[in-house]
């Protein structure tokens, strides 16, 4: 098995159920692995593997689609990584949202996705 790993993807958005959150957006990490199975002993062309340029365009562009609920969010992402690359065994995404409003905490919120096919 091989895994295509992206981290600390950073992004302003404008997620969240409070109306403050869609006006004044946020700042956003996510962390994506997606995991095939190699048909060959050797990758030798960007064509037998998974580009991660590709799935960061797909995270790119679903970040930009405003929504309610952030397990929305990395769902939708990884079933359009699935959908554009069938040949996906596994996916772990995680969104962390920086400046959550919530009155006095000081770190991230977030969700993890995962799912095997």
Known sequence: MVTVHLHDLRFNAFHGVHEEERLLGNEYIIDASVEFHEDLQ?????????????????????????????????????????????QVRSINISIKKLHPPIEGIRGSAGVNWQKQF
Do not use: C, K, Q, W
């Not at 998974?50 to 939708?76: F, G, H, K, S, W």
């Open 42 to 86: 050797v990758i030798n062309s960007i064509n037998d593997t998974i580009n991660y340029a590709d799935i960061y365009n797909i995270i790119r562009e679903r970040m930009n689609v405003p929504t309610p609920l952030l397990e929305n969010v990395v769902m939708e992402i990884g079933n359009e990584i699935h959908n554009e690359f069938p």
